[in-house]
């Protein structure tokens, strides 16, 4: 069972530079939702979905967007990479329904130069 | 939207007991989580508390006031293993969470 699994592991871009981090979950969750994690600030969600087809912005949406066109799939796009965004980002997903926990995939260590 | 915090960092002696404290403020309280991280991972949750009280699993209990706006992590007989990062979260709502800033722990031998 793989879970949530997230890629790319590592990523280097330059300011300005468009690209994808993949999201994808087995596990038939309804929820997912993208984190960003800086030091000394924890982790600050992005975007998050609660099923196919709806999406919803969270604490640090600018500069990012998302798509859910499938239950399985969670794509992060960076529009216009700024180094504002060099970060590691998580995707998490959970059923949504009260005790569930959340997910995490293993993480997306960005750098924007 | 949420305030939660907690300590930076704590360090304590291999076999001792470690409290994490978490105050939080939000409008709409939902449950509150505790999660691991150890360093270059990802998160791992540890427990959820939603009613008032102590909740116990193994070596790590947390304990919440809906009142107070205040939760606990007990980590007992620490490991060389439980040095790591432990993350607050409160859900607001229905599905969104929030998370603190974590509390970095390191057990000394």
């Known amino acids: 069972n793989a879970g949530v699994t997230q890629t790319p592991k590592f990523q280097v871009l330059k300011t300005g530079q468009s690209m994808t981090l993949q999201c994808a979950q087995d596990?038939?969750?309804?929820?997912m939702s993208w984190y960003r994690q800086d030091p000394g600030m924890g982790l600050r969600l992005i975007h998050y979905s609660v099923g196919a087809g709806i999406t919803d912005q969270g604490e640090v949406p600018n500069g990012y967007n998302v798509s859910r066109s499938t239950t399985e799939d969670f794509p992060l796009r960076l529009l216009s990479a700024a180094p504002s965004q060099t970060s590691v980002y998580f995707c998490?997903?959970?059923?949504?329904?009260?005790?569930?926990?959340?997910?995490f995939g293993s993480g997306t260590q960005l750098s924007v130069l | 939207g949420q305030n939660i915090d907690q300590p930076t960092e704590m360090t304590a002696t291999e076999g001792a007991i470690v409290q994490i404290n978490c105050t939080y403020q939000?409008?709409?309280?939902?449950?509150l989580f505790w999660y691991q991280q150890h360093a270059g991972e990802a998160p791992t949750f540890l427990s959820y508390?939603?009613?008032?009280g102590l909740e116990e699993k193994g070596r790590f209990s947390s304990f919440l006031s809906r009142s107070k706006g205040y939760s606990y992590l007990l980590l007992k007989e620490l490991q060389m293993k439980d040095s790591a990062s432990y993350l607050c979260a409160v859900r607001d709502g229905d599905y969104k969470l929030s998370f603190g800033a974590g509390t970095t722990v390191t057990v000394r031998a």
């Open positions: 508390n939603v009613l008032d």
């Open positions: 596990m038939n969750h309804e929820y």
């Open positions: 939000t409008s709409g309280f939902n449950g």
């Open positions: 998490a997903s959970s059923s949504g329904e009260g005790t569930e926990k959340l997910f």
